[in-house]
């Protein structure tokens, strides 16, 4: 862990958030290469303080639960200026770790946790989630490979080889951009590809985004160019949301609807080795 002040700023796929408290923060360490000049502009206030807050919850309205049969992981309920949040510690059943409270603006939160870890998981992966919405972005479960001249990125459920693609990628010289979570951001009329922090040390990444694959294993590298509607909900499927509300859901239509009118999709069956490199790259030539 590495301890912060209490006034530094984060810039994640250039979206900049402003942490301040009145006690020291820490930060895991994947944060690191993600933190920003004090003087850049801020879009994002983050107030973290270092103990949870009386809330009558049973007052709130329950707007959605992320749990499985074992226990809970988090919930969101609505408030009267926008909404609140309860992380559970995952080693201590039904154990409140923090809550925090986002403004119906999407651009200030109020973090109260148990210790000076204001971001620690699935905090900041929530943060990351709603500094979404703030602005025209997605967040997404994908890989993404950038040869230099084209951002490629490949998605599908877990096990699918999105890791096994970002090697043979790798090994090709192509930089990673990130092969498990991925922010796509609309820029100046242009689609681009960004990494978020994560358990490890990276630095912080962009990449433009000139086609979308949605992979699976395969006897023979074989690719199927989608459109319209189709491709809109099979790309939409690795989106990470909350869809408790409808203007969530169309906001991300609106957005994967413009995406990929513009971006080429294709449903990709690869074997896993170099062969899929130039299979994509001669694929791509022929339209």
């Known amino acids: ?69 074992e226990q809970r992981f988090y919930s969101i309920y609505e408030n009267a200026d926008g909404y609140c949040f309860v992380i559970y510690n995952q080693q201590q059943k039904d154990e409140i770790q923090q809550i925090a409270f986002l403004n119906s603006s999407f651009n200030y939160w109020k973090i109260y946790s148990r210790t000076a870890l204001a971001l620690k998981y699935p905090m900041g992966p929530i943060l990351m989630h709603y500094l979404t919405l703030y602005t025209d972005a997605v967040l997404m479960h994908a890989s993404c490979a950038f040869d230099g001249k084209k951002g490629r990125m490949f998605s599908g459920f877990s096990g699918v080889g999105k890791s096994t693609m970002s090697m043979i990628w790798a090994k090709s010289g192509s930089q990673i951009i990130n092969d498990d979570r991925l922010v ?25 985004l ?52 513009i971006t080429p999709v294709y449903e990709l069956g690869f074997v896993p080795d170099s062969s899929v490199v130039t299979y994509i790259t001669e694929n791509e030539k022929q339209g």
């Open 1 to 69: 862990m590495n301890q912060f002040g209490f006034n530094f700023k984060i810039s994640i796929a250039e979206i900049v958030f402003h942490v301040f408290s009145q006690k020291a923060i820490e930060l895991e360490e994947g944060y690191v290469p993600f933190l920003a000049d004090v003087e850049a502009n801020t879009d994002i206030q983050v107030e973290c303080f270092h103990q949870l807050p009386e809330t009558d919850l049973a007052k709130l309205n329950l707007l959605f639960e992320a749990k499985n049969e």
């Open 210 to 261: 000139n086609a979308i694959y949605l992979i699976c294993h395969y006897p023979e590298n074989k690719a199927n160019k989608v459109s319209g509607a189709i491709a809109v909900s099979k790309v939409m499927a690795f989106c990470i949301q909350n869809n408790f509300d409808k203007s969530f859901i169309n906001k991300r239509l609106d957005f994967f609807s413009e995406l990929c009118a």
């Open 184 to 208: 796509i951001r609309k820029l100046n009329g242009q689609f681009f590809v960004y990494n978020t922090p994560m358990y490890y040390v990276d630095i912080s990444k962009k990449a433009p």
